[in-house]
């Protein structure tokens, strides 16, 4: 799916999907998430990756 498909299924505008795709959103409401998961049929787990501060700072 590409992410024009995507962004107007989700209701973002791309903008928003890139700064989530990208990793550089700071938060996600659950209702985007919740909207997310059902257009891709998915679980938040298979889109979600927690990375600590600790590992945020040796790793950039």
Do not use: H, W
């Not at 990793?23 to 990375?51: H, M, W």
């Amino acid at each position: 799916m590409s992410l024009n498909e995507l962004s107007d299924k989700v209701g973002l505008t791309l903008s928003n999907l890139s700064i989530l795709k990208t990793g550089k959103a700071k938060a996600i409401r659950f209702s985007t998430l919740e909207t997310i998961c059902n257009v891709l049929e998915c679980q938040p787990g298979d889109i979600l990756e927690y990375v600590n501060d600790e590992q945020k700072t040796t790793t950039r």
